[in-house]
């Protein structure tokens, strides 16, 4: 019989990260919206409580809205804390705050459960087609217990250092990443102001140094003109992406100021827009707008 994993908060990157792993292991799964699990229990997986998930499976993966949310299900009242066996490991898929890692990891370690961090890029639609990127915070000997089944999700997977690690460079990633959404378009901008077609500008960029994922995924397969497919990451979770990248800035005194001026952006973009818009959209209306 396969091993019985747990994955725990399967909404959009969480299915796509628990659909990796349903064909090769044993899946209990969990999320507050019952249906988001559907596809995955069509598959075989086992929908169950957080808790059941706890005593069953030794390793128990996450992907939850955010740092808060994970804390309050790790140490919060009748926590997995308390229900998951000695030796079992917790991998924090959730785009996290490294400040936070320690203190998890400590509170957990006084029940000898292991804790690693798993910073996610590629979208969900490269986690599905199993080449995203995974990057792990994590001792030596935790991540040694969980390369076997990170692998099985993207063979792209980076040991970056110990707790913490793992969700920094994701934030570093999700920062410049932001950054550069606003930076091409408001180079594609220039050129057109001056008689260039889009089509003409983009060609270019990608084949200069000045590409990015930017020019040459979503220019290209995602906004035509003023029209636009959906990315399926909204503006308010590109906002909090954002924040908790600042605010490991402002712990650590360094400054962001390229970072809070996008900040300030995207804020405005969710005033106008609303915060439910996907990034697409907000780039297909602000390059308008601004042009």
Known sequence: MSEAIGFIGVGAMGSALAGRLVD???LHVYDLNRAAA????????VFAAP??????????????????????LLLGEDGLVHHLAPGSVVIDTTTGA????GEIAAALSSGSIQFADAGVA????????GTGTLMVGASSATYAQIEDLLQCITPTVFHVGGVGAGHTVKLVNNLLNSCNRFAALEAARLGEANGLS??????VLNKSTGRSFVTEYTFTQLLNGDTWKPQGFTIDLMRKDLGLAT???????????IGNLVQGFVDTAIERLGPRTDQSQMMAEWYMINK
């Not at 889009?198 to 060609?203: F, L, N």
């Open 198 to 203: 889009r089509d003409a500008i983009i060609e």
């Open 98 to 101: 490294p400040t936070m890692d």
């Open 24 to 26: 090769s292991y044993s």
């Open 122 to 129: 590629g979208g969900v639609r490269g986690i599905r087609a």
């Open 38 to 45: 559907d596809e995955l229990v069509d598959k075989g997986a």
């Open 247 to 257: 605010d490991l800035a402002k712990d650590l005194g360094h400054e962001t100021p």
């Open 51 to 72: 808790q059941d998930i706890a005593r069953t499976c030794k390793r128990v993966l996450l992907s939850l809205p955010g740092p808060a949310d994970v804390h309050d």
